[in-house]
């Protein structure tokens, strides 16, 4: 069950609740493209490469939720400095995560599975945490339904290698009802001291990294 579930059942359940959510949910994409199209000049989609199945690059989908702020020398300014009290409202819903749905339906993402990360944070992971990109990144995942940012990123890396080891229908359908309670009570959002989560700069002695 689990390998024919992840040969065509999962792509299966993704279109599935992907284009049913799309459909839902299009006068609330609507409304926030509006509202950021106000609220930051004109800018509504944060688009970025990032590394999909096996780590091969494609393009990622956001709502924009901090300013292009710069300092004189041309360097974004820190994130706490460019994440807006409209940024923190939609990344607190987490109504920035609804484009995605596309990546999802073109078969960049799952809805389930380890979050897309940076392109650079490639060569930085040991060769167990590279596992992680054995699977489609997703939407949502183990990860996040136990701590999102309140883990370390060797915590984050260790429930993401757990995930491509027991992915089934189960333990996705669990996910999704994870998923959906946190939408009600947000936990996690930031990690302890940052507006979203540090930059992950290797594991500590670890060779491989």
């Known amino acids: 069950m689990p390998l024919m579930y ?29 509202v950021l199209w106000v609220g930051f000049d004109g800018h509504v989609l944060f688009r970025q490469q990032r590394p999909g199945l096996h780590g091969q690059p494609f393009t990622f989908y956001k709502f924009v939720t901090m300013t292009q702020a710069r300092d004189l020398q041309g360097h974004l300014l820190p994130d706490a400095q460019r994440l807006t009290p409209l940024g ?13 749905l596309f990546n999802v339906l073109r078969g960049d993402m799952s809805l389930i599975g380890p979050r897309p990360l940076l392109l650079d944070y490639l060569p930085l992971y040991s060769a167990e945490q590279a596992r992680r990109h054995h699977v489609k990144p997703g939407i949502t995942g183990w990860a996040q339904v136990n701590g999102r940012n309140l883990l370390s990123w060797e915590e984050k890396f260790t429930f993401d290698v757990w995930y491509v080891e027991h992915v089934s229908l189960r333990v996705d359908l669990l996910i999704l009802w994870r998923t959906l ?8 959002i930031s990690a302890p001291g940052t507006a979203t989560m540090e930059r992950f700069t290797g594991t500590r002695d670890n060779p491989a990294s």
């Open 88 to 100: 923190k409202f939609i990344r607190k819903t987490s109504l920035d995560e609804l484009p995605q």
């Open 181 to 188: 309670r946190h939408l009600f009570k947000p936990e996690g």
């Open 6 to 34: 992840q040969r065509f059942g999962k792509r299966f359940l993704d279109l599935l609740i992907a284009g049913a959510a799309l459909l839902l949910l299009w006068p609330v994409l609507l409304a926030v493209a509006l």
